[in-house]
C-alpha cells in the first residue's frame, strides 16, 4: 500500500472532510513517529506493533571491491516488532 492508498482509505471514513485533512493527519502520526523514536523512546500501537531505536555498535568489516579492512561506525537503526495480534491475524 502506497501513502496515497492509505490517505484514500482514511478519506473514505465518515468524518473526514477530504483528503487533504487525511494527508495532514497521516503525515502527523508519522512525525509524532519519527520525534519519539529521535528521543529514543519506543512508540507502540496496541493491536498492531512496537517500534524502538535499535543502537548497534561500531565493528570491524571489510570493502568487497578493495578488500581492505575498515571500521563500521556505531550507528541506531529503527527496529519495529510485531504484536501477536497482528500475527495472528495474518495466518
Same mark, same amino acid.
Given at each position: 500500500?502506497?501513502?496515497?492508498?492509505?490517505?484514500?482509505?482514511?478519506?473514505?471514513? $465518515?468524518?473526514?472532510?477530504?483528503?487533504?485533512?487525511?494527508?495532514?493527519?497521516? $503525515?502527523?502520526?508519522?512525525?509524532?513517529?519519527?520525534?519519539?523514536?529521535?528521543?529514543?523512546?519506543?512508540?507502540?500501537?496496541?493491536?498492531?506493533?512496537?517500534?524502538?531505536?535499535?543502537?548497534?555498535?561500531?565493528?570491524?568489516?571489510?570493502?568487497?571491491?578493495?578488500?581492505?579492512?575498515?571500521?563500521?561506525?556505531?550507528?541506531?537503526?529503527?527496529?519495529?516488532?510485531?504484536?501477536?495480534?497482528?500475527?495472528?491475524?495474518?495466518?
Amino acid at each position: 500500500m502506497t501513502k496515497a492508498e492509505l490517505i484514500d482509505k482514511v478519506a473514505a471514513v $465518515d468524518g473526514i472532510p477530504s483528503k487533504k485533512v487525511a494527508g495532514e493527519a497521516i $503525515d502527523t502520526i508519522f512525525e509524532a513517529l519519527k520525534k519519539a523514536l529521535k528521543k529514543g523512546d519506543s512508540f507502540t500501537y496496541q493491536g498492531f506493533g512496537t517500534f524502538k531505536v535499535q543502537s548497534y555498535a561500531a565493528r570491524k568489516g571489510v570493502n568487497p571491491r578493495t578488500g581492505q579492512k575498515i571500521t563500521i561506525p556505531a550507528s541506531k537503526r529503527p527496529k519495529f516488532s510485531a504484536s501477536k495480534a497482528l500475527v495472528d491475524s495474518l495466518k
